[in-house]
């Protein structure tokens, strides 16, 4: 082949071409909207269904190469349960913000805290709150922390308070280091009341809530009333 194309044609980019080739024929949603060097990130996945996820959120979030590999390393994939992975990969359903929230979230340890607290982990969202949105999605804004509330005669405090201009919501996150309680569930839901009565115009959807917590407790959660309530655990991650 070097001699009747020239050079180019080591073993090795052979190896990628054909293996290009196979995976062509594996994932449809192959575009020319990514770079050669996107795809030589993929192609030697075994699971089609990875490859294509990672084809299509590159083009909608016009990912670089480096986003592309952060997110591989981070193992967003992995991080979404089945039915999320394939709402997103056929396009089969309405996607929802809870299809986008990874199991668990990682939040970057800057300090290597030993002992986490609620405040301190609040504290190292916001070090790096935009990394901590595109955890939860596309779409987020940041609007405030320890956001103040009145209820009766006294004030509450939202944890975070975020704006998802995708599916036009406030977003109420609480922090918790403990396991899901329910009396988390009622405490989050008096908070996206407050924002629905009080700060929601009628143009926008009505609020949802997230609640970050250490440890799942399915039994709860399957449980709540409010199916706009989500739930999801942390992970802390070294840095």
Known sequence: MTNEFGKGYSSTRLKYIRRFYEVSTKCPSLTDELTYTHYCELIWFEDYNKINYY???SVKQNLSVRELRTKIKNKEYERLD???KNKLIFNNEDNNIKDFIKHPIIIKNKNNY????????KQLILEDISSFMKELGNGFCYIDSEYK????ERYNYIDLLLYNIEFNCYVVIELKVT???SEYIGQIQKYMNYIDINIRRINQEKTIGIIICKKDNHYVIEYASDERIYQTTYKLVKV
Request: hydrophobic share 40%; charged share 50%.
């Open 179 to 181: 396991e899901l309680k």
């Open 82 to 84: 089945d039915r999320t």
């Open 149 to 152: 509330i009145k209820l009766g």
């Open 55 to 57: 084809i299509k959120i």
């Open 114 to 121: 030993e002992e986490i607290s609620e405040k301190i982990l």
